[in-house]
Nanobody, 127 residues
């Protein structure tokens, strides 16, 4: 059972930048497609970004395109979410998710396709 650990959340001001990291508690990350989701109070979980196993393919939600970017370093067993120009509406708990796949280029945006989830990290953006 893979457990994912997110880190890097915190309280920032609008227009600041923040970087999140996601690592597995054990094993290697190279066999997994990975995604980031977020959930604000009273709202449904929302897709943010996803990356393929080899890092060559990515997808970002329209709401964050141009501000957020996802990347990975399989040698460091880590997937990153770089968030720039943060807005108060970006305030949410951010979750990392992973799914084992043989497809090196598969990018998954639907939360129901992910089998492993982290506990989440809070990101709060003040105006």
């Amino acid at each position: 059972q893979v457990q994912l650990v997110e880190s890097g959340g915190g309280l920032v001001q609008a227009e600041d930048s923040l970087g999140l990291s996601c690592t597995p508690s054990e094993g290697t990350f190279g066999g997994y497609a990975v995604g980031w989701f977020r959930q604000a109070p009273g709202k449904e979980r929302e897709f943010i970004a996803a990356i393929s196993r080899n890092g060559d393919m990515t997808s970002e939600a329209d709401s964050v395109k141009g501000r957020f970017s996802i990347s990975r370093d399989n040698a460091k067993n880590t997937v990153y979410l770089q968030m720039n120009s943060l807005k108060p509406e970006d305030t949410a708990v951010y979750y990392c998710a992973a799914v084992l796949t043989q497809n090196l280029w598969l990018v998954i945006t639907r939360s129901s396709r992910y089998g492993y989830w982290g506990q989440g990290t809070q990101v709060t953006v003040s105006s």
